[in-house]
């Protein structure tokens, strides 16, 4: 995600070398999201039936917590907005006051949700109310390599590796690191080598922990 978030937003002005192994599977099981997702997916400009298609996704209106407060209970956080502000006054002042009902009969998503509806609808026509917030369920894995090729046919190279951090032992590895090394899974050209323990060495420096690069890469 990061990668491909960096070379959609500064293109060419950086060198992006993504390095994941193969050798370190994905869990490939089905991903949870909320609906800042559907933002990060607006941000890169993924079509969203594509993306869709190569992830095995489904739309997601909400999170129902079965036996949340007691055995048979069901509680569900619906996305999006709950009625609307009147005059600077948040929406529960008023439903307080009034008592009319449940909250969540102002909750579009909630309605929506419990009728098993769905439509991509951002506004209520002829209404000043908002429409449908969604996110996503979709397999993670599947996801991971969707947007890998993706950043790559944004310029962002791949270096199929795993990376080893060493530490002295007398001292927590969060405090001090000696060696960042790279092992090869499967053999790159020279100069990608160079400028991913380049780019290691400097995430290492920037997250204020003292790093020496001493080994570039050992090819297994």
């Known amino acids: 995600m990061t990668a491909a978030a960096l070379a959609k937003v500064l293109g060419p002005r950086l060198s992006i070398t993504l390095v994941e192994s193969s050798e370190i599977g994905i869990v490939g099981v089905g991903e949870a999201t909320i609906p800042a997702i559907q933002q990060f997916n607006k941000l890169l400009k ?25 055995k048979g209970q069901a509680y569900m956080h619906a996305f999006g907005p709950v009625g609307r502000d009147l005059a600077y006054v948040p929406f529960h002042h008023y439903f307080l006051k009034e008592n009319a009902g449940s909250l969540w009969d102002y909750s579009l998503n909630w309605v ?56 002295p032992e007398h001292v927590p590895s969060q405090e001090h690191i000696e060696l960042v090394r790279f ?10 080598h160079r400028e991913a323990g380049i780019l290691i060495g400097h995430a290492a420096t920037w997250q204020g922990r003292s790093a020496k690069v001493v080994e570039w890469i050992t090819l297994v």
């Open 46 to 70: 993924i079509d969203e039936d594509d993306f869709l298609r190569h992830a095995q996704g489904t739309f997601k209106l909400g999170i129902e917590f079965v036996d949340w407060f007691e």
């Open 112 to 167: 929506a949700a419990k009728q098993a509806r769905f439509a991509r609808l951002e506004r209520i026509a002829d209404t000043p109310l908002a429409g449908l917030t969604w996110a996503f369920h979709f397999d993670a894995s599947l996801y991971a390599a969707y947007l890998s090729k993706f950043a790559q046919a944004l310029g962002v190279r791949r270096l199929d590796a795993k990376i080893a951090i060493d530490a």
């Open 183 to 192: 092992v090869a899974v499967r053999k790159c050209p020279v100069e990608m």
